[in-house]
């Protein structure tokens, strides 16, 4: 796993950062965890990602950061755990698969230029993370998978940023999650996500931000997946979430300029499948989106220029639910082509200027179902499939 070490400045002056990255052969993480008997609490973490890079500017210097990441290669983490009796009061399995991953952060009243890039080929970008219990008891339970393509990191904290971000994937991402269990008195999430080009900028304390960002999604699809079952469970939840392309910036500051181009032609799915013979409260939920933008300033001014196309193999999103006896079950499924939020403050005489293009020439499907075979207090079910949604407000913090 190629990494750069982090680079950290604290000065005055400007410090100029080249970074260059090249992933040709598989990254590979397996785990497997044996559990016969346990009181405790019992963990399970595994990772891989082929390339990395990160850095910070401290005490007011300026930076300009250039950074180029390529994955030519397979990059996937298997983890299994298996409970013979007892897995103990608290269980967390965390699997996460990353094909390049950057940051760079900014702090003090400097300034923070420069382009990143990354790019992955026609491979595959997948994690599973397994948990069987048949037979086992357990407490309370969290196992959470995934797996991204691209990602990239802004954060700035009292100071002004002017990045450029291109992404490009032709990978196959995919995540799946889940697992079965005899019988739980507390609460149990399983969770799978699945991104092909993912960035989040953060700016805080007065900061300017101003980010331009171009991602393109051209592989097989990008897919997450839970499968889950319990024989007696009180609380359990399934959730997978998958989008094609996803920016998220946040600011607390004076300025917020975000320019996002954001083109997914491949196939996206989402699918929750969950199992109780008896429940208390259950619930399947499943998210699909191509194209996704949030963008929001708490201060005096937001720029939105955002242009979204979802075209390819669609949207599909299928969220379900089987239980003998209990009282309630949730499911949801919501897909979307294309999908932009963007918000101002109305309190810090906050003002928006937004410039919105979205196209969808893509199939949108959302399917949920719910069987009760014997008995049940509620059964709530939804279903969704929005082609294009764009939403623009101003309001205060508090609303």
């Known amino acids: 796993m190629p990494m750069c070490p982090p680079f950290v400045a604290a000065a005055i002056s400007q410090s100029t950062v080249l970074n260059n990255q090249i992933q040709l052969g598989d990254v590979l993480a397996n785990q497997t965890l044996d559990v016969i008997d346990v009181s405790g609490s019992t963990s399970l973490v595994t990772a891989a990602t082929a390339n990395t890079f990160g850095g910070s500017v401290v005490g007011g210097g300026s930076a300009a950061v250039t950074s180029t990441q390529s994955l030519q290669a397979n990059v996937s983490t298997n983890a299994l755990m298996t409970v013979a009796h007892s897995a103990g009061d608290l269980t967390v399995l965390s699997t996460a698969t990353t094909g390049n991953s950057g940051e760079a ?5 400097g300034t923070l230029t420069g382009t990143t890039t990354q790019t ?3 491979f595959g970008v997948t994690a599973i993370g397994d948990f069987q219990g048949v037979l ?4 309370d339970i969290s196992s959470s998978v995934q797996a991204i393509a691209n990602s990239q990191g802004y954060g700035v904290e009292g100071s002004t940023s002017v990045v450029t971000l291109n992404q490009t994937s032709a ?3 995919q995540a799946d999650g889940g697992g079965n269990v005899q019988y739980t008195p507390g609460s149990i999430l399983f969770s799978a996500l699945a991104t092909s080009n993912n960035l989040t900028a953060t700016g805080t304390y007065g900061s300017a931000v101003t980010v ?10 990008t897919q997450a997946a839970v499968y889950a079952g319990t024989g007696n469970a009180q609380e359990i939840n399934a959730q997978a979430t998958t989008v094609g392309n996803n920016i998220s910036a946040n600011n607390t500051g004076n300025y917020l300029e975000v320019n996002a181009t954001q083109n997914n032609a491949s196939y996206v799915r989402s699918e929750a499948n969950l199992t109780s013979f008896e429940f208390g409260a259950a619930t399947a939920s499943a998210y699909g989106v191509g194209n996704s933008l949030l963008a929001g300033n708490i201060g005096h001014e937001i720029v939105l220029n955002n242009t979204q196309v979802n075209s390819g193999g669609g949207v599909e999103v299928i969220a379900g639910f089987t239980g003998d006896t209990g009282y309630d079950a949730y499911v949801t499924a919501t897909a979307i082509g294309n999908a932009a939020t963007g918000f101002a403050c109305a309190s810090c005489d906050g003002r928006m200027t937004v410039h919105n293009s979205q196209t969808n020439s893509a199939e949108v499907g959302a399917f949920s179902g719910a069987q009760i075979t014997t008995s049940g207090r509620s059964v709530t079910g939804l279903s969704a499939a929005t082609g294009n949604s764009a939403s623009f407000y101003v309001t205060s913090p508090t609303q």
């Open 136 to 139: 086992a008891t357990a407490g």
């Open 105 to 109: 952060n900014i702090f003090d009243g």
């Open 120 to 122: 992955v080929g026609a």
């Open 212 to 221: 331009t960002a171009n991602q393109v999604m051209t592989g097989t699809r």
């Open 171 to 173: 990978a196959l991402t």
